[in-house]
C-alpha cells in the first residue's frame, strides 16, 4: 500500500544548519558555540516554585489566555520597564515560546498575495512562518559589517501590498540593536498605512553597555499596530522551558487569540504559577545584562590571541567573526571544517539569508560557561 502524497507546505525547507552542526558537534565532541542557549544552570529558586506550585496542585488547565496573575505581573513589569500601560485581560497571552508568538501574529494578519518585510540575515522561523501563510517575504539585507537597516531601502520596497514589517533587537545572530533614530525613521513609514509591526524583542534583557533596549512598547502609537513577541526561556536561562507572552492592542489580541486557543489553547501551568510570583523579583532580570556583557568581554578578550576579527555585538548570545585572514573557504565549508579539524562549533552566517549570502562571516554563541568559552578559545587559537 502506497502512502498519500503530501503536496508540501514548505518545499523549499530542509534540515536546517542547526540540526547539521549539532551532529556534527557530538560526533566529533566539539565544543558547541551553534546554538544559542547557556550551558549553565538556570535560577534555583525559580525551579523550586515551579515544583512546589506542582505540588500544590497547580496542574491543570489555565484560561487560554494564560494565568491572569502572570498577566498581571507582565504589565506591572512593561510599566516599570517602560513607562507604558498595558492591560492583561486585553492585550497580554501567554505562548509557548516567541517564535510561537511570532508565527501567530504572523498568521493573524497575513491573507495570501501579503507582503512582509524582513530583514537580513534574519532568524530561521521568519521567512517559512510567512510563506505557509501564502505571503512573500520582501528581504532587505542589513548593511554590512554594522548590520544596520538602510531605511531608504525600505521606502522603496514598502507597496500597497506591505501588510508587515518583521523587527528584532536585539538581533539574532549580530547583536545589533535598534536606536531611537531607527524608531523614528520606522515610525514615519508606517504611518497612515495599514502596516503592521511585528517586533521580535525576546533578548530584551541582553543589550549591553547601557544602551537602552527600544521596545515598541515605549511607543503607544506604534504598539497600536504592534504584535511585541517576548520569551521567557531567554529572560531566565531556560530555552528548553518554550514559554512567553505577545503584547498587541487590544483589537489585534482579538484576532491573535482566535488563532492561538485552535493551536495551543493554554501553556503550561506551573511554569506560569511560578513565574507570576518570580516577574516580581526585578533584579533577576535586571542583573542578566551585566552577566552576559561580562561573558561577551571576556570572550572577546580571549578571542584577541586568534586571527579571527570580531565584529561589534551590543545584544543578544551572539557575536560574528570575520575569518578571512585565516580562509577563502565559503563560510558552511569552513565552520564545517573547524568542527571536525579543531573541535568547535559555529554557526556559518550565510544561512540566515534566504539567498546564501556569503561574507565570510561565522556566528558564536557566548553565553557559555567561563571554562567552556575559554576551552573553546583555546582551539580557535591553533587555526
Ligand atoms: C531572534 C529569536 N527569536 C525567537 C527565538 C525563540 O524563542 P523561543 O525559544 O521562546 O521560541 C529565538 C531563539 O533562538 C531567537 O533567536
Redesign the pocket.
Known amino acids: 500500500m502506497s502512502s498519500p502524497v503530501i503536496n508540501s507546505k514548505l518545499p523549499n525547507v530542509g534540515t536546517t544548519i542547526f540540526t547539521v552542526m549539532s551532529g556534527l558537534a557530538n560526533e566529533h565532541k566539539a565544543i558547541n558555540l551553534g546554538q544559542?542557549f547557556p550551558d549553565y544552570q538556570m535560577n534555583e529558586e525559580l525551579m523550586n516554585k515551579v515544583s512546589e506550585v506542582m505540588q500544590k496542585g497547580w496542574n491543570q488547565y489555565v484560561p487560554m489566555q494564560g494565568y491572569m496573575p502572570l498577566r498581571e505581573s507582565i504589565a506591572d513589569k512593561v510599566e516599570y520597564l517602560y513607562q507604558t500601560k498595558v492591560d492583561p485581560n486585553t492585550q497580554i497571552t501567554i505562548t509557548p515560546?516567541?517564535?510561537?508568538a511570532?508565527y501567530t501574529a504572523l498568521t493573524t494578519i497575513l491573507q495570501p498575495g501579503d507582503e512582509v518585510i524582513i530583514f537580513e540575515p534574519g532568524?530561521d522561523s521568519y521567512i517559512p512562518n510567512v510563506e505557509i501563510n501564502g505571503a512573500v517575504p520582501v528581504l532587505i539585507d542589513l548593511k554590512f559589517p554594522e548590520y544596520k537597516i538602510d531605511w531608504d531601502e525600505v521606502r522603496k520596497k514598502v507597496s500597497p501590498k506591505t501588510k508587515a514589517i518583521m523587527l528584532?533587537s536585539p538581533h539574532?545572530p549580530t547583536g545589533a540593536v535598534l536606536t531611537e533614530e531607527d524608531i523614528l525613521q520606522l515610525s514615519s513609514i508606517v504611518k497612515g498605512t495599514n502596516i503592521f509591526i511585528v517586533s521580535?524583542e525576546?533578548?530584551e534583557h541582553l543589550i549591553f553597555d547601557n544602551i537602552p533596549h527600544q521596545s515598541i512598547l515605549r511607543y503607544p502609537e506604534l504598539l497600536e499596530r504592534s504584535f511585541v513577541c517576548f520569551?521567557f526561556?531567554?529572560t531566565y536561562n531556560c530555552?528548553g522551558w518554550?514559554l512567553?507572552y505577545c503584547i498587541s492592542s487590544p483589537a489585534s489580541m482579538v484576532e491573535f487569540r482566535k488563532v492561538h486557543q485552535f493551536n495551543c489553547f493554554c501553556c503550561h501551568t506551573p511554569s506560569q504559577v511560578a513565574l507570576a510570583d518570580f516577574l516580581k523579583n526585578k533584579n533577576a532580570y535586571l542583573s542578566l545584562s551585566g552577566i552576559m556583557q561580562q561573558k561577551r568581554d571576556h570572550f572577546i578578550k580571549l578571542m584577541k590571541q586568534t586571527k579571527f576579527e570580531l565584529l561589534n555585538s551590543s545584544g543578544s548570545y551572539f557575536i560574528c567573526a570575520k575569518y578571512d585572514r585565516i580562509s577563502d573557504e565559503d563560510d558552511r565549508d569552513f565552520a564545517i571544517r573547524i568542527t571536525k579539524e579543531f573541535g568547535v562549533a559555529t554557526i556559518p552566517v550565510s544561512v540566515f539569508y534566504k539567498a546564501g549570502t556569503d561574507n565570510k562571516v561565522i556566528r558564536f554563541c557566548f553565553s557559555k560557561n567561563k571554562e567552556t568559552l575559554e576551552a573553546a578559545v583555546e582551539r580557535l587559537i591553533k587555526i
Open positions: 544559542g515560546g516567541g517564535t510561537y511570532i532568524y528584532n539574532n521580535d525576546v533578548y520569551s526561556g531567554k530555552t518554550k512567553g
